[in-house]
């Protein structure tokens, strides 16, 4: 192999078939199993969404039934779990405290090291269920604040917020509804870092709790799910004024973005890899955070958005993506910045364990070649 043939970043390079989701960035389009998740976020619960990623069909009302049944009871932070992250200090990033405690819960899985179909299938319903009592938990011990038990009487995005927040006013129906949407739109899009990165993982044979522990570690970047976390560091930089109007936000911002640009900085939130004219799930999620903008009533917020994805647009023709609208989205909501891309996991942790599934079922060893580079052979 010669350096003609290096696919740097692997861009390009098709590595595998899969049956999961298709990105189309000729027609702006992501379907998860065929169906466009825009048709999915307006019209399926998060539960649903996530069955039909792992089985390839929509959950019959009996089949949703009963995973909800299991997911609601499958919700508890496992006290070993809950110990190992009394043991991090709060200064570690909430991606750390999620990275071990998904290895801490793979560590005591009864079938650690068991992979069959079934006993996967198993273990990415448990994770999808246990999942949110980690972010919950981690989140209420930064700010000092005792656990609060999940609720059997709610759904799943609902219970997230329950136990993150522990009131009522975050069960509001435009909230629970802009949460669940961010959830199904960060459910999965095909062949990411992340994604492959579990991909590879498995293909050694290895199980899907070292697998998704991985997979948290490439999603914590910010060229890719640190992104939402820190599109919330851009908006701070430049300051939110709840006191200014739309108009003087947008200035602001257009002025931070071309001096940003002129420093050759990678404005975080805007462009992609594969999407080159626009990511598809931007203006799903851009509803999502205009509802939310409403509910809590800070226009002013739209103005920074408004202003930074202009200015960016007129000097390079780059559009934002899902990262840029679910940072202040979730900002509103009231979590920490640092808990953003904790949040990007809960959902991912579907699509992860669907890919695992199937590069398990039909797997070759990831191992690609390098061109050597380095010194030529020299005697000792
Ligand atoms: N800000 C400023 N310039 C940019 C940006 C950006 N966000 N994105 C791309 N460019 C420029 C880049 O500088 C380059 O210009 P030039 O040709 O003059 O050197 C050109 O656009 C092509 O960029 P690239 O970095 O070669 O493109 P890529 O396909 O390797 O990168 C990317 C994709 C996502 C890494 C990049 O757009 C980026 O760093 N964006 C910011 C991070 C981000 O928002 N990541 C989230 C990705 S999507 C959702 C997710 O995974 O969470």
Redesign the pocket.
Known sequence: STTDDIKK?L?GVIADSTAISKVNPETNSLLYRGYPVQDLAANLSFEAVAMLLWTGELPTDDELGAFTEYERSHRQLDPAVKNAIDLLPETCHPMDTARTAVSVMGARHPQAGDSDPDTELAKAQELFARFPAIVAYDQRRRRGLEPVEPRGDLTYAENFLWMVFGDEEHLAPPVVEAFEVSMVLYAEHSF?ASTFTARVITSTLADLHSAVTGAIGALKG????G??EAVMYTFDEIGVDRNESREQAAARAKAWMEDA?AAKK????????VYKNGDSRVPTMKGALDAMVEHYERPELLGLYDGLEAAMDEA?S?KP???YPAGPTYHLMGFDTQMFTPLFIASRITGWTAHIMEQRANNSLIRPLAAYNGADQRAL
Request: hydrophobic share 40%.
């Open positions: 970043g861009a990411n910010p060229l890719h799910g992104a939402n640009l990678k404005v975080m939130g805007f462009g992609h890899r390079k780059i993506n899902l990262d």
